[in-house]
T-cell receptor
Framework: AQTVTQSQPEMSVQEAETVTLSCTYD???????LFWYKQPPSRQMILVIR??????QNATENRFSVNFQKAAKSFSLKISDSQLGDAAMYFC????????????FGKGITLSVRP | DTGVSQDPRHKITKRGQNVTFRCDPI?????LYWYRQTLGQGPEFLTY????????KSRLLSDRFSAERPKGSFSTLEIQRTEQGDSAMYLC???????????FGPGTRLLVL
């Protein structure tokens, strides 16, 4: 079975600064996907960024980038130039490749952005 | 692409009543997932459909829960004889190979009194 651990329940960042959210996972599989999802208060879960395990290059999406360390089973999210709209709960998630790519989520981290 | 929709958005019911939720996936997506999310936790997988076939059910899905996707399009999740412990947000997501990224609906928040 796969597990995802987000050990920081809360983090805070000053607007325009950079923040890194941590995530570790455990699996015996070699082929899988990793995701960061954002869930604003009382709003829909949206995909922030996705990483395929076979790719060595770290994924980036505008201000969002990841540091994927496959050997260490670590998958952190870096948010640059933080904005007030980045305030939300962030979930790290894991999925195997193949037919049932169900997501296994961490407990999430609440990010607040100080103006 | 109108996104994943769920209905109702909120449901309050009394213990022992039956409730049914509906999910409409993104139209070209053949995979549909149900998750349950309790306050302050990450979503937990409940069940998965590929087209109309229900291919996996979690241990979390007790006998009181049933899900269907009769024509491979929308899906329903029914909870019979609701209990207070069923209070949660029920999320639906859909995806399509090969990339398989799941897109979530807004969820149905259930409160069992």
């Amino acid at each position: 079975a796969q597990t995802v651990t987000q050990s920081q329940p809360e983090m805070s960042v000053q607007e325009a600064e950079t923040v890194t959210l941590s995530c570790t996972y455990d699996t015996s599989e070699s082929d899988y996907y990793l995701f960061w999802y954002k869930q604003p208060p009382s709003r829909q879960m949206i995909l922030v960024i996705r990483q395929e395990a076979y790719k060595q290059q770290n994924a980036t999406e505008n201000r969002f980038s990841v540091n994927f360390q496959k050997a260490a089973k670590s998958f952190s999210l870096k948010i640059s130039d933080s904005q007030l709209g980045d305030a939300a709960m962030y979930f790290c998630a894991f999925a195997l490749t193949g037919a049932n790519s169900k997501l296994t989520f961490g407990k999430g981290i609440t990010l607040s952005v100080r103006p | 692409d109108t996104g994943v929709s769920q209905d109702p958005r909120h449901k309050i019911t009394k213990r022992g009543q039956n409730v049914t939720f509906r999910c409409d996936p993104i139209s070209e997506h053949n995979r549909l997932y149900w998750y349950r999310q309790t306050l302050g936790q990450g979503p937990e997988f409940l069940t998965y459909f590929q087209n109309e076939a229900q291919l996996e059910k979690s241990r979390l899905l007790s006998d009181r829960f049933s899900a269907e996707r009769p024509k491979g399009s929308f899906s329903t999740l029914e909870i019979q004889r609701t209990e207070q412990g069923d209070s949660a947000m029920y999320l639906c997501a859909s995806s399509s190979p090969p990339r398989g990224t799941q897109y979530f609906g807004p969820g149905t928040r259930l409160l069992v009194l």
